[in-house]
């Protein structure tokens, strides 16, 4: 199957700073981007889609403002979490598709853990 | 909120096959079955997807129900590396359309 990328694959931070997380798609052209978070013992949750050269599209409760995701180009997407604190410590996760083909699937990338002090 | 309903949890014996089921009564004719499999601390893993016919491949196969209110994930020689959480997602999946993950259900298989 088609190969998502996530870099870095874990990051640990201080409260109050900012982190960046990459999505890449390897082979093949991301349309669409996805962005999941993960808490300990539950399931995924989807904080944002995201589409090729046009703004995000956030889920209820999910502040646009601190998470901030670019998808400037069909391979790459990042989220920026800005001004994370411990509870933002989570597992984030995401996933890419060429929306163009019908029932195509998505695949997803291996997870970044992040880890705030 | 999720679409499907799947067991909890299951176990399976190594080289059996293990039958996963999911009930999705509420399916539109446009959506579609997907099944991803999440190991401890990974990101998901496609296996399999299908509409309305039955499908294989090297990993699985799906069987859905003719009224397509149930299906049934199969792997037919299950393996130790086979233990995950596994999750059935009904999507129309074209265009924007999101995947929404339930609780799924947690196979573990045994020695």
């Known amino acids: 199957g088609a190969v998502v990328s996530q870099h870095p694959s874990w990051v640990i931070c201080k409260s109050g700073t900012s982190v960046k997380i990459e999505c890449r798609s390897l082979?093949?052209?991301?349309?669409?981007m996805f962005w999941y978070r993960q808490f300990p013992k539950q399931s995924l949750m989807l904080m944002a889609t995201?589409?090729?050269?046009?703004?995000?599209?956030?889920e209820q409760g999910v502040e646009k403002d601190k998470f901030l995701i670019n998808h400037a180009s069909l391979t790459l997407s990042t989220l920026t979490v800005t001004s994370a604190h411990p509870e933002d410590s989570s597992f984030y996760i995401c996933?890419?598709?060429?929306?163009?083909?019908?029932?195509?699937?998505?695949?997803f990338g291996p997870g970044t853990r992040l880890t705030v002090l | 909120d999720a679409k499907t309903t799947q067991p909890p949890s299951m176990d399976c014996a190594e080289g059996r096959a293990a039958n996963l089921p999911c009930n999705h009564s509420?399916?539109?004719?446009?959506?579609?079955v997907y099944w991803y499999r999440q190991i401890h601390s990974q990101g998901p893993q496609y296996i399999i997807h299908?509409?309305?016919n039955n499908e294989t491949n090297e990993m699985a196969s799906l069987i859905i129900t003719e009224d397509r209110k149930s299906s049934t994930l199969i792997l037919p020689h299950a393996t130790l590396r086979d233990t995950a959480v596994y999750y059935c997602?009904?999507?129309?999946?074209?265009?924007?359309?999101?995947?929404?993950f339930g609780t799924g259900t947690r196979l573990t298989i045994i020695p």
């Open positions: 996933s890419a598709r060429d929306s163009r083909e019908l029932g195509s699937e998505q695949f």
């Open positions: 082979d093949f052209q991301a349309t669409t």
């Open positions: 995201s589409n090729e050269g046009s703004k995000a599209t956030y």
């Open positions: 509420t399916i539109s004719g446009n959506e579609y």
């Open positions: 299908g509409l309305k």
């Open positions: 997602i009904v999507s129309a999946n074209f265009g924007n359309e999101k995947l929404t």
